[in-house]
């Protein structure tokens, strides 16, 4: 199975949205990113499918609106801005799915929240009511109010949990990078794109995993770790650029290649 044909046969897809691809060079939130991809994932809702969106970005948001934050790395400061930030990105992506037509619900969870019987059952009903009524939901970890204790720590690992939870058909992962390569490509011309893995601990083996960009907390150890999350509940994993134009009928569609994750047979 390829990537086109593991989005057509999913019913229940969540989508990671990382904070590279939200932000514009500059570090401002990119609004025109936003209101294209809304329209994207409203035409594919309209077809049948219903979709959940891991949005990171509260920081970029944050520093858009207060830039005079922008230099401070003390966590309060940071924690701060996420606050501010949080509304400003809710607000964004409630106006641009407004114009396709739809309500978005937003969801704040920790770690926390998903090692706790009650709450996780909570969360699932919210999260599993939300779209039976048509509603997007767009989830974020808590950051300010989560300390290094309940953190998740990536929105990476955040969209794995959220997709065992809903027991969603599909993850699938946006980020600044075309997939999963043999080695870094930026410094290495010889570098390959895997294209299909079924065996993460031998794709461990045979690759170099680096550090995150600039502007994330993941890079490919924790969307190699949201990958084994989905796939030991049967669930693959699609790790793509969602800098490119249309990336979600890209993919689907076959015209954007990445990486594909399937759970071991």
């Known amino acids: 199975m390829n ?7 999913a019913r ?3 989508i990671k949205i990382g904070s590279a691809t939200l932000a514009k060079p500059d570090g401002k939130i990119n609004i025109e990113f936003m209101e294209n991809f809304a329209a994207r994932c409203a035409a594919m809702n309209k077809s049948g499918k219903q979709l959940a969106l891991v949005s990171s970005g509260a920081q970029v948001a944050g520093i858009s609106t207060l830039d005079r934050w922008a230099r401070k790395t003390d966590m309060n400061y ?3 801005l996420c606050a501010i930030g949080q509304v400003e990105l809710m607000n964004e992506w409630g106006g641009a799915f407004r114009h396709c037509g739809l309500h978005i619900g937003q969801l704040l969870f920790t770690k926390e929240d998903f090692n706790d019987g009650r709450r ?3 969360m699932r009903n919210t999260l599993f009511t939300l779209l039976d009524e048509g509603v997007i939901p767009i989830i974020n970890e808590n950051d300010s109010v989560a300390c290094d204790e309940i953190r998740i720590g990536d929105n990476d690992n955040l969209s794995a949990l959220t997709a ?4 969603a058909d599909l993850l699938i992962l946006f980020s600044d990078i075309d997939g999963i390569y043999t080695d870094n490509p930026k410094t290495n011309p010889e570098a390959k794109l895997i294209e299909k893995v079924d065996n993460i601990a031998e794709l461990r083996e045979h690759i170099t995993i680096g550090a995150a960009n600039g502007f994330g907390t993941g890079g490919i ?8 999350k989905t796939c030991a509940y049967g669930i693959p994993m699609i790790l793509a650029n969602g ?3 249309e990336a979600l009928d890209a993919l689907s569609s076959g015209k954007l290649r ?4 399937l759970p071991a047979r």
């Open 243 to 245: 800098g490119h134009p």
């Open 12 to 14: 229940k897809i969540v």
């Open 120 to 122: 996780a059952l909570n």
């Open 258 to 261: 990445g990486t594909l994750f």
């Open 78 to 80: 940071r924690q701060a």
């Open 164 to 167: 065992v939870l809903w027991n």
């Open 221 to 228: 150890a924790t969307k190699i770790e949201a990958a084994e």
């Open 3 to 9: 990537i086109a044909e593991t989005i057509a046969s």
